[in-house]
């Protein structure tokens, strides 16, 4: 499977490197993209006109990256303090914790 990125390139290949959406919501978070940000398209679900599509949506690397490793309450405090702040903020924190680890490790940053 290819996927289809935007960006600086943070996946191995076999990618195909499309613009970015500058301005685009995220599909995860809803906050636009920004001319800076990385990420990916996926596939997504709406309603159109009472009927659900299948659409392809652009998601930021960080808010990607959340939705597959889990929240901030997850991954630092055994899930038992809700996390306060945006989405976007959270999947930020989280890939910083997961750069942190890398570092320690000798390893890129995501």
């Known amino acids: ?7 600086r390139p943070w996946l191995p290949d076999p990618v195909i ?5 500058v301005g685009q919501a995220c599909a ?30 652009p998601v ?7 939705c597959a ?3 901030a309450p997850h991954l630092f ?5 809700p996390w306060r702040g945006t989405y976007r903020q959270e999947a930020l924190r989280v890939v910083a914790a997961l750069n942190e ?7 890129e940053p995501l």
């Open 1 to 7: 499977m290819v996927m289809v990125i935007f960006g």
């Open 17 to 21: 490197h499309a613009r970015t959406p």
């Open 77 to 81: 405090n055994g899930g038992t303090t």
């Open 28 to 57: 995860q978070c809803a906050e636009p993209i920004g001319p800076d940000d990385r990420g990916r398209y996926a596939s997504a679900l709406r309603f159109e006109r009472g009927a659900l599509v299948e659409v392809t949506a």
């Open 101 to 107: 680890v890398r570092q320690r490790s000798q390893a």
């Open 60 to 66: 930021h690397m960080e808010c990607d990256i959340r």
């Open 69 to 71: 490793v889990g929240g």
